[in-house]
Nanobody
Framework: QVQLVESGGGVVQSGGSLRLSCAAS????????MGWFRQAPGKPREFVAK????????GYADSVKDRFTISRDNAKNMVFLQMNSLKLDDTAVYYC???????????????WGQGTQVTVSS
């Protein structure tokens, strides 16, 4: 079993940047694809980005492509989400999750973190 703890959220002005981190515990982390999701108030949770177990493959939602970058450090059991050119619409609670690569984009993860709030202000 893997436990996930996100950090790095906060308030940032439109156009600014933030880097989210996800610390994982558990021996299966390095064998699991990982992803980031977000949920804005009154909206369903949506896929943001995913990365393969080795880190060699990534995938992004169209809304964040070319602005966000997902990465991982398997030696440190960490996953990151670098967010640049932030927009008001990026305001949401961001969740780290892990599971099979083929299912992550649809939100089918085996384990989830508790989330971290990102607020983009004008």
């Amino acid at each position: 079993q893997v436990q996930l703890v996100e950090s790095g959220g906060g308030v940032v002005q439109s156009g600014g940047s933030l880097r989210l981190s996800c610390a994982a515990s558990g021996r299966t982390f390095s064998r699991s694809a990982m992803g980031w999701f977000r949920q804005a108030p009154g909206k369903p949770r949506e896929f943001v980005a995913k990365i393969s177990a080795s880190g060699g493959g990534t995938g992004y939602a169209d809304s964040v492509k070319d602005r966000f970058t997902i990465s991982r450090d398997n030696a440190k059991n960490m996953v990151f989400l670098q967010m640049n050119s932030l927009k008001l619409d990026d305001t949401a609670v961001y969740y780290c999750a892990g599971g099979p690569w083929d299912y992550l984009s649809s939100g089918r993860a085996n384990y989830w973190g508790q989330g971290t709030q990102v607020t983009v202000s004008s």
